[in-house]
């Protein structure tokens, strides 16, 4: 079975067989089908809106990528924290690594797993426009 889609009355019909050209049973229109090819082996996959790089800045102009590599090799400094522009949050953090003796990397090490996973729009909901003085997780 090959779907054809009319570019004019935008209706769904069926061939049997892949055709050169068409004529759609509801407004009579005849065109050429397209993508045949990958409708013989099955739908198209429908993709959504596209979804932003980890590395694509967000409306709030940060980038998870970025805060996530910056968890991981200078989250001790509180880097990430710095870099959605949450200072005190960067000062607390470095205070942590401190007298946590770096025990405290080991949240550092799960919020860098948690920017790579989560989505932009949670990211910058949770880390930058947050109200908390110390979003963690
Ligand atoms: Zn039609």
């Known amino acids: 079975m090959f779907n054809h889609q009319c570019p004019k009355c935008g209706r769904t019909f069926t061939t049997q067989a892949p055709v050169q050209s068409v004529q759609c049973p509801y407004c009579q229109n005849v065109f050429q089908p397209m993508n045949q090819q990958q409708q ?7 993709y959504g809106p596209a979804q932003p790089g980890i590395f694509d800045e967000g409306p709030s102009g940060k980038s998870r990528g970025v805060a996530a590599l910056l968890a991981f090799f ?39 797993f948690l920017f790579f996973t989560m989505s932009q729009e949670d ?3 949770k880390y930058v426009y947050s109200q908390s003085t110390f979003p963690i997780f």
Do not use: D, M
């Open 40 to 46: 013989a082996y099955g739908p198209q996959q429908a």
């Open 74 to 112: 200078l989250g001790g400094f509180g880097a990430h924290y710095f870099y959605v522009n949450k200072v005190p949050a960067g000062i607390i953090c470095l205070i942590l690594t401190i007298i946590t003796c770096g025990l405290w990397s080991i949240i550092l090490l799960i919020q860098t």
């Open 123 to 125: 990211f910058e909901r």
